[in-house]
T-cell receptor
């Protein structure tokens, strides 16, 4: 079935360093969504990308959707302790009313 | 708007006991979902309901049943709890099956 893979699984950085997580789908996606889950919390929607090659920014976060609409990335510039958490990407499964989530990238930060 | 609410927040069961997790949303969403998340792991879909009156199996449906009671409410039932069902359970809803999902705060379930 359709799979969404994320790398890396874990990332530890010093505060102020940049961070990037990558998401790859086995099939073309109609859209890609990103979610953030703080420790002990629930996933919260961050953004949705729809167009091939789309780039969106939210303050220090930059999201990209690949030209082939099979991959995406999330880049955080100058991480802060508030960025700690697990970042998930997700894409709609073809023919089904549900999302396929990646395994997530857990970000920890040394202050 | 409360968004997505779940009850209970915490529950401890003994092996073999049954229980129902409740979920409700007040956003008039068509689709609702039940996920489980084991410690340090990702989200695994248990069951979902694309629209009122329909339910479908997800990735890990064994040991669970669901009921889409009405458009607002979607419950998850464990008929005979097992230690392997110890997990955090999240309910989510979305307007369409391809769109943004809103998650509830979760139910932390321990089965002894």
């Amino acid at each position: 079935g359709q799979q969404v893979m994320q790398i890396p699984q874990y990332q530890h950085v010093q505060e102020g360093e940049d961070f990037t997580t990558y998401c790859n789908s086995s099939t073309t996606l109609s859209n890609i969504q990103w979610y953030k889950q703080r420790p002990g919390g629930h996933p919260v929607f961050l953004i949705q990308l729809v167009k091939s090659g789309e780039v969106k920014k939210q303050k220090r976060l930059t999201f990209q959707f690949g030209e082939a609409k099979k991959n995406s990335s999330l880049h955080i510039t100058a991480t802060q302790t508030t960025d700690v958490g697990t970042y998930f990407c997700a894409g709609p499964e073809r023919g089904a009313q549900k999302l396929v989530f990646g395994q997530g990238t857990r970000l920890t930060i040394n202050p | 708007n409360a968004g997505v609410t779940q009850t209970p927040k915490f529950q401890v069961l003994k092996t073999g006991q049954s229980m129902t997790l409740q979920c409700a949303q007040d956003m008039n969403h068509n689709s609702m979902y039940w996920y489980r998340q084991d410690p340090g792991m990702g989200l695994r879909l248990i069951y979902y309901s694309a629209s009122e009156g329909t339910t479908d199996k997800g990735e890990v449906p064994n040991g669970y049943n669901v009921s889409r009671l009405n458009k607002r409410e979607f419950s998850l039932r464990l008929e005979s709890a097992a230690p392997s069902q110890t997990s955090v359970y999240f309910c989510a809803s979305s307007s369409t099956g391809m769109g943004e999902q809103f998650f509830g705060p979760g139910t932390r379930l321990t089965v002894l």
